[in-house]
Structures are given as structure tokens and as C-alpha cells.
């Protein structure tokens, strides 16, 4: 690792990423990004563990979550006193925290992720054709966006689960039409600058239809801005889903999920606290993954601002200097 | 100025009415709308009288255009908990939601102003990078979970504060404006810091400096105003977004605001009270985005109308 860092730092405006060519390839060249940020990494690896937590750790512990024994109740955590499942503490029914924790991750993870992916691939495709066209489908499509925002998506929610009562699917759609409009916009507006580059304008003139330009040429340009986007709005979403079931008009007992479980330990804020607080805590930890994660996306997908993750992170303070903005 | 508002209401008022049309067509979406009003076990007597009294057998335009009639007249029907007026309910607790939003925007504002032209002052520095790091945190923070630890801490452990309601004083505002303010707090010291970076950076600063202005004169009077563009725009994002915080704060404190009438409706099966809570709701976010724009066009005049020469 050290001899790929081994760069001399040169003036940022002439830093080549991967200048030395042997060692050059795509995927590398990310991971050598991300490792070299460390509080990134650091983000990327609990995000990692969540996701392998959601895929099998029901599989493992799925059982305890719903092995109920009134013997052990409101057990308090940091205790190995009553078994290692229990370090977590237990909740009002005995049941371990640590495996209802890791069902709920699950549960909220399967909401999260399929709204994030249906707003991003329907919005992504929305505004990319609506502003490699211009037109009327970009005022339509910008009208849409506008009406769409101008509301509280809370309210939206709330409105549309009372009338079709809540499941997963109605959540699941629920957030992902209120999310539309963050894709919408920035892909409109990518897409329209787009549209007018020579490259574009080559690949009309050989006779390429509307729909392989955007494919082939739009796509791959948006896509990275696309995923930071993603990725910040998947803590939303998260926050977002963990609020309605916080508020009973989410998932609904006996489904489990991090606000779910946050909601039912309020009434044992006195006597039990770790009820309400382990679930927080799992959604905190999650999200601000999740936020750091996207604020590292930001700079490593800007290739003008790509220098910066490239540069060993002891050596960047010579390029960015602590003085008074005024001097 | 004036023409500017005008046309900034006819293209807001779109939303406003897709709002109104979009409540109506979603009580009538799943085929019967008493299945939201009365309870599961009304019978099929008493839904029929029901069906009557308010109209839902008539034809679809007539039950539209009487709709629309009680919505200008701020008629939304009875409570069914209380019996009394849906929309009276509504206006009686909408001044709590507006005081609390109303602080909180307000304090939000200022400290984020404060931190972030600090942390653009000191690019870089320890301040800055800490600044970043709680904001960044501050904007992922769910905020239920905040107010209850908070509720935890200071209310059950250390007791200095009351768990709910609004009937200490000074004291109940004090978690409830700091739930709500976290997350405006976070973003707008972001976009605050990242203005007032680009703002210092202007030839005009060097200008100011070499004049011989001190560094809080050049802050505030001059970089302050071309970095507070991009914090209004946003601050109005996060206003509206604010309903979102106030109707868990509200939900969690028992302040008998808006967001508090709205869970309890859904939660009692209320269905007009909920209807009168968002709309008036949406009015008022209406009314709210005018008065953004109207700021932002008078504090940059490259919005408004060109003057006719």
C-alpha cells in the first residue's frame, strides 16, 4: 500500500491520478481512494457490516427475536449474567435486544433499499429524457418534481397510510414517490448540459437514436453523481421510514423495526432505557455511515477534486493550509 | 416587486390545488369514503345515513364542486371525537405549531449564520473541521430519538426539565425547540460555510481589506449579504421540511399543535380533522414559499423583472 501512496506531491492543479500506469485500474484506483481517507473507510465498513447483518442475521438469530421468556424481562445490558444473547439487554417479553436488533435491520433495510432503488432508477430516467429533450417534457417533468416537493413528505405518508392502511409495499412506494424529485432534478440538469456537448452532438449527427445516446453517453457521465445522490438519500429514506414507524403509521407490530422499537421502549424510559436507546443508536450509526460515505462519493467522483483523496492524508495539510480567510 | 409576487403565487397556487384535488380523489380512492370516517364496526345502516348526511352519494362533479365550496368557506366537516367544527380544531392548534416552528427557524438561523461565517473565517481549522463533523452528524440524527434521549437525560436522570407538555414555561421549550433544530441547524451552517467561503474569496474583499475595513465589517456587511442567497433558498427548503420535525416533536412533547391534532386524528380515526390539518397545512406552506421568494428577490435584484430601459 505504501509504495502506491509513494507519490511526490506535486502542485494539485498537475496531480494525475494514477500516474504511475503499472499499477492503474479502475476498481483499484477507487479502493485506493477510499482507503486513503480513513474516516471514509472507517464509514464503508460499518455500512458493509449492516448490510451483511440484514442478509443473515435473521438466518443466525432470528429465533431469539421472537423466543419469549417473561423469566428474563427488562434485563439491563453490558451483563453476561444472562447468556451472551442478552448482552444487549432484554426487552418487556424477555426477548434478547441483540436478535431483535438485528431483525429489525433487517426489516428496515428491505424498506429503505427498494424505495432508494425505484426512486433513483425512476427518476434518473425521468430527468435524463427530459433534459436531453428539453422542451415541453422538461417543464412537465420540472412541474412534477415542484408539486411533488412543495409537500412534506411526512404529511404525503401519513395521508396515503391511513387511506390504504400500512405494508411494507405501500411504504416502500410511499417514499419512493416522494424521493422522485431529488433524482429528477439533478438528472434534468446534468442531462441538459449534456445534451449540448459536442460528443452529442457527433453521435446525433451519425444517425443515433434519442434513446442510445442517453444510454451510452448521458448514463455513464450522470451515474456517478446519481450514486453520491443515492447514497445521501438513503439515510433519508431511512430517518424517514424509522419516523412513520416511530409514529405507528409504519411498520406495524409484529414486524420489527429500528423506530418500532424505539416507539415501544418509550413507555419504559424510567425503569428500562436501553430499550429505546440501542435502536437509535443502530439507525445513528447507520445514517451518519451513510452521510460521511456520500461526502467522500462527492470528491472521489469530481475528477477536479479527485487530487485530494490521492495525496497520503498526512501530506494534505501542506495543500490546505490553516490561516485566516482574511489575511 | 409587486409583479414579481403576483407571478410567484399563480405558479405556486399549482401545487396548492393539486393538494386540494389530491385530498378529495384519495378519500374517494379506495371506493368508499365512510370506511375513513366511521369506525370498522359500523353497520351498513348507519354508513348509508352517514353516506347521506354528507353527500357521498351524489355524483362525482356535484360531491367536487361542494368540496371546493366548504374549502373556500374553511368548511371540512365535524369532528367525529368532538362534534365540534374540523377546521375550527385545526385553527385552534395551528398558532402552537407556528410559534415553535417560528423560534426554531429563527435560532437556527442565527447560530448557523454565527458558526458557519466562524468556520469560514478559520478555513480548515480545528473549529472547522469540528463544525463540519457535528453538522454533518446533526443532519443524520433521527430526530425522535434525540428527543427522547434527551427526554432521558434531562428530564429523568437529571430532572431539570419536564418530560411533556407546555405548562412550565420557559423550560418546556427548551427540548422541543432543540429536537426540531438539529437537523436546520446542520444543513444550513454547511451551505452557510461553503457561501461564505466562495463570498471571502471575492476580489471585493480584497478590495475592503486593503481600504483598511476590519475583519467584522467585511464578515458582515459585506460577504454576508452574497452568501445569505443560497442560505435563503435553502433556509425555505428546511421550513417546509420543518412540518416533518414538528409533527414528531409534537407527537413526543404533547405540544397541542398541528402535528399533534394530525396523529391523534389518524390514530382516533378522524378523518376530517385530518383533512382540515393538511390543508390548512398546505395553505400555510403555500403562503410560506411566497414569502421566501419575495425575500430572495429583495435581496438580489437579478431575480426581479429587468427594468425597461
Known amino acids: 500500500m505504501s509504495t ?50 440484514a442478509l443473515i442475521g435473521p438466518m443466525l438469530m432470528g429465533h431469539l427475536a421472537t423466543h419469549i421468556d417473561l423469566d428474563n424481562s427488562n434485563q439491563a445490558p453490558f451483563t453476561l449474567a444472562h447468556g451472551w444473547a442478552n448482552v444487549l439487554g432484554t426487552d418487556p417479553l424477555g426477548r434478547s435486544m441483540l436478535a431483535r436488533l438485528i431483525v429489525a435491520c433487517q426489516t428496515t433495510l428491505s424498506v429503505a433499499i427498494p424505495a432508494v432503488v425505484i426512486s433513483a432508477v425512476v427518476g434518473s430516467v425521468v430527468g435524463m429524457w427530459a433534459g436531453y429533450y428539453r422542451g415541453w417534457r422538461e417543464t412537465i417533468a420540472m412541474r412534477v418534481a415542484d408539486v411533488i416537493m412543495s409537500f412534506p413528505s411526512l404529511l404525503l405518508a401519513v395521508v396515503v397510510l391511513y387511506v390504504f392502511s400500512p405494508s411494507a409495499a405501500n411504504i416502500v412506494l410511499v417514499l419512493a414517490i416522494t424521493r422522485i424529485p431529488v433524482y429528477l432534478r439533478t438528472a434534468r440538469a446534468e442531462s441538459a448540459e449534456l445534451s449540448s456537448r459536442i460528443f452529442v452532438d457527433a453521435a446525433r449527427t451519425f444517425g443515433a437514436s434519442g434513446t442510445s445516446i442517453i444510454t451510452r453517453h448521458v448514463l455513464p457521465i450522470v451515474l456517478p453523481t446519481l450514486l453520491t445522490v443515492a447514497t445521501l438519500d438513503f ?13 405507528g403509521i409504519g411498520i406495524q407490530p409484529p414486524d420489527v423495526s429500528w423506530g418500532l422499537m424505539v416507539a415501544q421502549g418509550r413507555t419504559y424510559l424510567h425503569t428500562a432505557w436501553w430499550l429505546s436507546f440501542f435502536p437509535g ?10 452521510t460521511i460515505l456520500a461526502a467522500w462519493a462527492r470528491i472521489a467522483t469530481d475528477p477536479a477534486q479527485r487530487w485530494r483523496l490521492t495525496v497520503p492524508q498526512k501530506r494534505l495539510s501542506r495543500f490546505a493550509k490553516t490561516t485566516k480567510a482574511l489575511s | 416587486m409587486f409583479s414579481f409576487v403576483r ?52 355524483p362525482m362533479l356535484t360531491q367536487l364542486f361542494d368540496y371546493f365550496k366548504g374549502v373556500v368557506h374553511l368548511d371540512f366537516g365535524t369532528s367525529l371525537r368532538t362534534g365540534e367544527s374540523a377546521s375550527e380544531m385545526a385553527l385552534r392548534a ?17 447560530g448557523a449564520v454565527v458558526i458557519g461565517c ?7 481549522s480545528l473549529a472547522d473541521r469540528f463544525s463540519s463533523l457535528l453538522s454533518m452528524t446533526a443532519a443524520s440524527i433521527p430526530d425522535f430519538w434525540f428527543a427522547i434521549t434527551g427526554v432521558w437525560l434531562f428530564a429523568v436522570l437529571l430532572g431539570v426539565l419536564p418530560t411533556s407538555g407546555v405548562d412550565s ?29 466562495s463570498a471571502l474569496s471575492a476580489p471585493y474583499v480584497r478590495l475592503a481589506r486593503s481600504k483598511g475595513a476590519s475583519d467584522l465589517r467585511v464578515v458582515t456587511h459585506h460577504a454576508l449579504r452574497n452568501a445569505a442567497a443560497p442560505a435563503l433558498t435553502v433556509a425555505g427548503d428546511l421550513a417546509v421540511g420543518l412540518i416533518n420535525g414538528a409533527v414528531v416533536v409534537e407527537a413526543i412533547f404533547g405540544w397541542p399543535g398541528i402535528g399533534k391534532l394530525m396523529i391523534d386524528a389518524i390514530l382516533q380515526r378522524d378523518f376530517a380533522v385530518l383533512q382540515a390539518a393538511v390543508l390548512l397545512t398546505a395553505v ?3 403562503v410560506l414559499n411566497i414569502f421566501i421568494d419575495a425575500c430572495y428577490a429583495l435581496l438580489d435584484a437579478r431575480v426581479r423583472e429587468p427594468a425597461r430601459v
Open chain 2, 169 to 197: 414555561g420557559v423550560l418546556s421549550w427548551i427540548l422541543p425547540i432543540a429536537t426540531l433544530m438539529i437537523r436546520p441547524l446542520g444543513v444550513l451552517t454547511q451551505v452557510v460555510r461553503g457561501a461564505m467561503v
Open chain 1, 281 to 290: 443508536l443502530a439507525i445513528v450509526i447507520t445514517t451518519v455511515s451513510a
Open chain 2, 284 to 286: 400555510s406552506i403555500f
Open chain 1, 235 to 247: 439515510c433519508y429514506v431511512m430517518l424517514a421510514e424509522s419516523s412513520l414507524s416511530f409514529l
Open chain 2, 7 to 58: 407571478r410567484r403565487m399563480y405558479t405556486s397556487a399549482l401545487p396548492l390545488i393539486i393538494v386540494l384535488l389530491g385530498v378529495f380523489l384519495l378519500a374517494r380512492l379506495t371506493g368508499d369514503p365512510t370506511n375513513l370516517y366511521l369506525p370498522e364496526s359500523a353497520t351498513e345502516a348507519q354508513r348509508q345515513a352517514f353516506a347521506e348526511k354528507n353527500g357521498f352519494d351524489q
Open chain 2, 118 to 124: 466562524w468556520a469560514a473565517y478559520r478555513p480548515n
Open chain 2, 94 to 110: 395551528f398558532p402552537a405549531t407556528l410559534q415553535l416552528a417560528f423560534t426554531t427557524m429563527l435560532l437556527a438561523i442565527v
Open chain 1, 4 to 53: 502506491q501512496l509513494d507519490l511526490v506531491p506535486v502542485k494539485p492543479t498537475t496531480a494525475i491520478v494514477g500516474a504511475d500506469d503499472s499499477k492503474r485500474s479502475g476498481r483499484s484506483l477507487w479502493f485506493r481512494m477510499l482507503v486513503n481517507d480513513r474516516v471514509a473507510a472507517c464509514a464503508a465498513a460499518v455500512l458493509a457490516l449492516v448490510f451483511l447483518t
